[in-house]
C-alpha cells in the first residue's frame, strides 16, 4: 500500500481479555518501530524491529506485551490481560533504512494508530 | 535526564505572526537526527522538517524552519506567516544510536489565534 495501516482503528476491550493489534508498514520499509501514546502526551517508544529481527523491546511495559514481526514485513503488538492502564493509542511507524547512518536522513512514517480502550 | 525536553506545553500565536516552539536535547552521539511532527487532533502523525547533526546550515522547509545551536543542543522551530491550520501539537524527536533509538519529546500544543 500507499502508507502504513493499521487494525483495528478502535479496539474496545474488558479488562484481562487479550487483544492484537496489527501493523502493515511500506512495503520494503526494513524498520518498524511501536510507540504507546497517552492522550496528550508524546509518543513513548515500545519496540523497535530491523527486518523480522526484534532489536529493542526495552519500552514494552510489562511482559504482557508482546511484538512479532515473522516474515520480516507485517507486525503484531500482542497485550495479554489487558489492563485499564493499557489505555492508549497504540501507534506504528516505518522506514526504508534499517541501523546504518543514512538512516539519520529518513523520517518514520506512522498509521493512524490503534485507539485502545480498556473498560 | 529527559532525551527531548519541549518546555512550553502550550503556546498561543497571532495568525500570520512567527512562532518559535523550543526544544532541547540530550544525546552523547556524534552523529544523530533532529526532527519535527506535527500531530494534529485527527491524530495523524505529519513530518515537518529534518536536522542532522553535521549539517553547517539550519534547515528550511516552506514556512518551517529549525534554529539548531549543537553546542547548547537546541533545536528549535520556527513557523512563519502562522495559519488556523498550524494548530495542533508538535513534537521534537531525536533518531540516534545508528537509528535504532527514535524519540520524541513530551510535545508542544500550539494554538493559532484568528
Known amino acids: 500500500g500507499a502508507g502504513v495501516s493499521q487494525s483495528p482503528r478502535y479496539k474496545v476491550a474488558k479488562r484481562g481479555q487479550d487483544v492484537a493489534l496489527r501493523c502493515d508498514p511500506i512495503?520494503?520499509?526494513?524498520?518498524l518501530f511501536w510507540y504507546q501514546q497517552a492522550l496528550g502526551q508524546g509518543p513513548e517508544f515500545l519496540t523497535y524491529f530491523q527486518n523480522e529481527a526484534q532489536l529493542d523491546k526495552s519500552g514494552l511495559p510489562s511482559d504482557r506485551f508482546f511484538a512479532e514481526r515473522p516474515e520480516g514485513s507485517v507486525s503484531t503488538l500482542k497485550i495479554q490481560r489487558t489492563q485499564q492502564e493499557d489505555s492508549a493509542v497504540y501507534l506504528c511507524?516505518?522506514?526504508?533504512?534499517?541501523?546504518?547512518?543514512?538512516?539519520?536522513?529518513?523520517?518514520?512514517?506512522f498509521g493512524n494508530g490503534t485507539r485502545l480502550t480498556v473498560t | 535526564a529527559q532525551k527531548i525536553t519541549q518546555t512550553q506545553p502550550g503556546m498561543f500565536v497571532q495568525e500570520k505572526e512567527a512562532v518559535t516552539l523550543d526544544c532541547t536535547y540530550d544525546?552523547?552521539?556524534?552523529?544523530?537526527?533532529l526532527f519535527w511532527y506535527k500531530q494534529p487532533s485527527s491524530g495523524e502523525m505529519i513530518f515537518l522538517i529534518y536536522?542532522?547533526?553535521?549539517?553547517?546550515q539550519n534547515a528550511t522547509e516552506g514556512r518551517y524552519s529549525l534554529n539548531f545551536q549543537k553546542a547548547r543542543k537546541s533545536a528549535n522551530l520556527v513557523i512563519s506567516a502562522s495559519q488556523l491550520g498550524d494548530s495542533a501539537m508538535y513534537f521534537c524527536a531525536i533518531d540516534e544510536d545508528y537509528g535504532q533509538n527514535f524519540v520524541f519529546g513530551p510535545g508542544t500544543r500550539l494554538s493559532v489565534l484568528p
Open positions: 512495503s520494503g520499509h526494513v524498520s
Open positions: 511507524a516505518s522506514r526504508l533504512a534499517g541501523t546504518e547512518t543514512s538512516s539519520y536522513n529518513s523520517p518514520l512514517h
Open positions: 536536522q542532522g547533526s553535521y549539517d553547517e
Open positions: 544525546t552523547s552521539d556524534q552523529s544523530y537526527g
